[in-house]
Each structure stands twice: as C-alpha cells, then as structure tokens.
C-alpha cells in the first residue's frame, strides 16, 4: 500500500479528522471521541469495512435523523448482576463506555454479570467492546441483532440479522483470544461488493425472492441471506434475537427494520454483553488454569491452523510498528468531501 | 413401529428397567434414579442415541471402572452468582439435580447467575438439563467439552471435543424453544453407522490421518472430524473448551481423552450451565416482552420453517398420548442380556 494510491496517516492525524467531520455532522463531543475510537481501531486493525469507511456510512445514517447526536446515556443497575444503559437513541459506543465500569464492578462481584445496552445505534464491530472487556482480565460474551435481511434455515422470507456475535478471552502479551462473526453465511456488504463487481455469490449465501437458492447477488438482496452452518448457525442467529430482543426489552431485527421505515439507517435496538471473572471459580488458581488455555492455544496454532482474528492482529501489529495507518487517497477524498 | 419388531413399554416398565439395569451395575440409588430420568426422557422424545440404547454404553462405562458409581455431589457457592457442583467423578445427572436450586436461587436474586459442573462423566444430551432451567421461567445456555476427536478450522488433527451447545427460552404452552447442537458437523456415532453400513461420508465431516479430505467413515474416525460452519463453528468450539473447561477448572477435550487413557469411557469433565431471569432486565413487563418472542417464533413457522427440537416435541407428543415409548425387540433383548 505504499505506494501513489495511499497515504499515510498517524493515529493522531486519523481520529482529528473523525472527530472534525463527526463533530461537523453535529454529534456531541463525548459520542464524537467515543465514535472515533473505534474508528481508528478498525483502521489501524486493517478493518476496511469498521474504519475510516465508516465515516461515510455514519454520514449517511445521521442525515437520516435516525440517531440523537448529543443523548446523554442513562446507566442503572437492575440486579446484583445486571447493569443496564439506556443510550438514548444515540450511538452505541458511548454508551458502551458509560455502562462498562459498572458491568466490571458486577461481574468482579458476582462473579458473572450482564449489561444490556439499550435503544442505540449500531454500526461497529462488536470486537472493541469484547476487547474492553478482556481488557479488565475477564471473559466476554457479546451480541446484537441488527435489521431483518436473513432467513431462518428452512424458510425464504428474511427475519433474522446478520446477528453477530463475539468472544473474548484474557491471555498474556498483546492480543487476547476474540472472535466476532456474524451469524449470516457472510455479511450484507460482502454480497453488495459482488453485486458491485457482476460476479457470481456461491449458493448457499442467499435465496431470492421466491425462496429459491441463487448466484445472483442482486436477487438475494431483494430475497433473503441464509445463515452460516445450515440450522445450527439459523438456531444460534433465533438466539441471539431472543437474548438482546426481547430479554433486554429491545427490538428484535424485524423490528429494527419496520422501525427504520426504509430511510436506509444503521439497524437501531440493543445488545447484550455478558462477563466472567475468571477469579470468580477459580480463585487463586485462575493463573494456572489460565496457562492450561495456552495449551489449548498451541494445540490450534501448533498444527497450522489459525487463532480467530491472528489476521487483525498483524495488521494491528503492524499499524502500530508504523505508527498510524495507510489510508486509500480515493477514500480520503470521499472523507474530506463530508466537510463540503 | 407398531410391529412384531417393535414392543410397547410403559414410561414406568421403561424406568423401571432402567433402574434395574443401573443399580445391577452399582450405581447407587440416587444415580439410577437421575439417570433413568433422562434414559426415559430421551427414549419418549425419540432420541434414539439418548434413550434406552445409551443403557448399553452406560453398562460399558461402568466396566471400565472410570465412573464412581455412589458419588455423593457436593454443592458450593463460588460467589453471589456462581454455583459449582463437585460430582466426585459421578454422572452428571445427579449432581445438575444437586445444584439446579442453587443456581435458579441465584439467577432470581442476581439476575443472572452460573452453574459449573465438574469432575463428572457425561453420557446425556444437554436439552434435558435446559428444560429443568427453563421450567423455572429462565433462559439457559449450557455447554460442555467431550473428547478430542474434532480438528480445528485449518487444521488436520483432533483437538476439540464434539462440543454441544444448547439454549432454551421459556415459552407458553407446554413446549419450550429449545436447541441442542454439536458443533462438530455431525455426532460421532454418526459417521461409525455409516462405517458399519459401508456408506461412504459427505466432504466436509472428516479428514484422514493425514489431515486431507475424506469421503471413507473409518478413515475419518482414525483421522479428525470437522466442526459444522467452519471457522466459525470452529471459533464456538474453541470457546466451548475454555469456558467449560478452564474457566470453570476442569479438563479441555484432549486432557479428557489423555485421561480416559483408552479406556473408551465416556468423556469425563466439567459443563457450564448458565441461567438469566428475565424479570432481572424487564421486571413486570417481562410478560409483555416474551409475548414478542412468540412473534419472532411465528416468523419461523409462518414461512414453513421448523423451530429447533420441533420433531422432538412431537415424539413427546406422540408418546405422551400413547403412555409409553414403543421398542425395538433387537435393543429390548440388549437390555436383558445386560443382567446376564
């Protein structure tokens, strides 16, 4: 990427230009910082779809009026173990922020806890927050429905997410073990990105609108996407709408999709985050216990085979060597025409 | 089945069988009486692999002498949201029925709350412990390692265990949603018929000692099988043995198989049973909210898909009005020559 196409850009220089176009599309200062936060983390993660791109997507979704640009989260404790922010119809991330010290207190105090993030915008990965988490030494679990674009395994009419869902793991050195996928056989944009390009999607990524299997990636995005993993990915994605739907008293993905009324927004509803504190069964043994993970670790990476998110990593690894990130110049264009 | 090859047995005659069998083979009371409750739960489900047939590979364990036929399960309180059953190298069964109370006492006062069962011996589905918890009107995910039969995504050798997963969610009515799910692609026994009946197995199941594709079951069975979904049912897997292994310390799939030293006992080890109220987050609108469920469920069923367990439910169905579960005479005289 060194070349003519793409230029350099540090951290510093990347968040200051989020922050500027966030704040010039009238988000508040604290969800401008917490929104470009992940931005970076995407970019410097070589992300391409959770970074500096994501500018432009929010652009969009804030012009639609869909999201309150300055809500203040609301954080309440429900239970011993359940913390609960109501984010206000903003961007999740802030309220991520404001929710976690409470969701760490809990979890170091019952041992488990969950927190539920309420009526809030989502357009980043889940792994910033898992990585949070983990951060504070525990195990996290992380979901979300998102607008119903995906059939249930069996069916033809779209009534799922892509209902992602995210794990994370404390390990020693830099990076813990996290994964994050969505529960769709691949993500919206990915069938987008053909349609883009006239090729061909495999069978079994999507049905179109009479419920027929298809190649035509402009047919499965007026039918229907299908889960990864037949009815086992299906039953997991139902799961998920039910455990950061309903549960959490939030839209299910249908719901966020009637609630959008086609003005094309970010899926708008909840999400649910569950930490354990390793401590908390283990004791003082937990160090050891923990280094028995490791075993597992080599186990996976010792016969070739790769840990899940190994690739973010070495590109984090090397942002970081480099000291910011490669930034295409057309997309720096576009980002730079969001100040017209 | 209402033929010669097939004999009625009342829920009772079945049980009573059963308890014969297992107290002729040593397990105490209360163990005869916890196994003999999923034994007949399986059979009047229609789970052949977890009904009266596992009586047989019960009695074979019991030889090996890896199982401790009158553990007495001890139940501990870990922390506020955290339960754990020592099942004193003893089936599973009594020592969840040991420390179910304790974990819906927590998860109603905590909001959610974690069950870790450890040092116990598997021989069950998961879906019979999901349907205690959600008696209670909790939703449970529960998930246990087994033995290292199942390679990674990318890799050639067996590391994880089959490693289910299963969730129910409370529902109306007298059938809960339910799944259960190996996340291996197919259960072992599985690919062992297909050996028996000489039947070549699908791409996708299994790989050869040499860790390349293979359509031959016993090749596959000397090799490595494969995780449903790829690298994402390989990511669920991974997360399965630390969060059911480590984390509640107690053995991953390969230190469970190391154990069983080729003794062909069932996997031995720990299992997580999680339980949410759903009051915790909704309160009394808990009523309302799970009513939007039902919506999302008559989504499925609304396209001519199936909810997971749907065939299941309707051998309960099925033999619940018959009173009793109808048995193959070859299997009926299996169980006899068990007292011999």
Redesign the interface.
């Known amino acids: 990427m060194r070349n003519h196409d793409s230029m350099f850009l540090t951290f510093d220089q990347l968040a200051d230009l989020s922050r500027r176009i966030l704040r010039g599309r009238g988000l508040s200062p604290g969800h401008a910082e917490a929104v470009t936060r992940t931005i970076v983390a995407g970019e410097r993660d070589g992300c391409a779809s959770h970074g500096a791109y994501r500018l432009i997507v929010c652009a969009a979704t804030l012009a639609t009026g869909k999201v309150v640009p300055d809500a203040e989260p609301q954080v309440t404790s ?5 913390a ?1 922010v109501d984010a206000g119809g903003g961007y999740a991330q802030l309220a991520f922020e404001r929710g976690l010290p409470m969701l760490v207190e809990k979890a170091r ?6 927190l ?1 993030i309420n009526n809030c915008v989502h357009f980043a990965a889940l792994w910033p927050e898992i990585e949070a988490v983990v951060a504070e030494g525990l ?1 996290a ?1 992380a979901c979300t429905p998102s607008h119903a674009w995906v ?7 779209p ?1 799922f997410g892509t209902n992602p869902i995210a ?1 994370g ?1 404390p390990r020693p050195g830099p990076y813990p ?1 996290v ?1 994050d ?1 969505a ?1 769709s056989a691949v993500a919206r944009g990915e069938i987008e990105l053909h349609r883009r390009a006239g090729k061909p999607i495999p069978i079994g990524w999507g049905v179109d609108a009479e419920g027929r299997p298809t190649t035509d990636p402009a047919a499965a995005l007026g039918g229907a996407m299908l889960t ?9 994605s ?2 998920i ?3 950061a ?5 939030d839209m ?1 993905s ?2 966020s999709l009637a609630a959008d009324g086609g003005a094309g927004s970010s899926p708008i509803g909840g999400e649910l985050i ?1 930490a ?3 401590r ?3 004791g003082d ?1 937990a160090g050891a ?2 280094q ?2 490791e ?2 670790f080599a ?2 990476t010792g ?4 840990l ?1 998110s190994q690739r973010r990593f070495e590109a984090r690894a090397a942002s970081l060597a480099r000291g910011g990130v490669m930034l295409a110049r057309g997309l720096y264009k576009d980002l730079l025409a969001l100040f017209d």
């Not at 059939?151 to 009419?157: C, E, K, L, Y």
Request: charged fraction near 10%.
């Open positions: 429900r239970a011993p173990a359940l609960q105090a019952a041992g488990i806890a969950a539920a195990v679990l059939a249930p395994a069996g069916g033809t009419r009534l794990f793991w073990f994964f996928f529960t990864f993993g037949g009815h086992k990915g299906s039953a997991l139902a799961m709408e039910l455990i739907g309903p549960l959490i008293g299910t249908a719901e569950v354990i504190d390793p908390g069964f283990l043994a216990h923990l028995r993970a075993t597992l186990g996976i016969q070739g085979a790769r899940p």
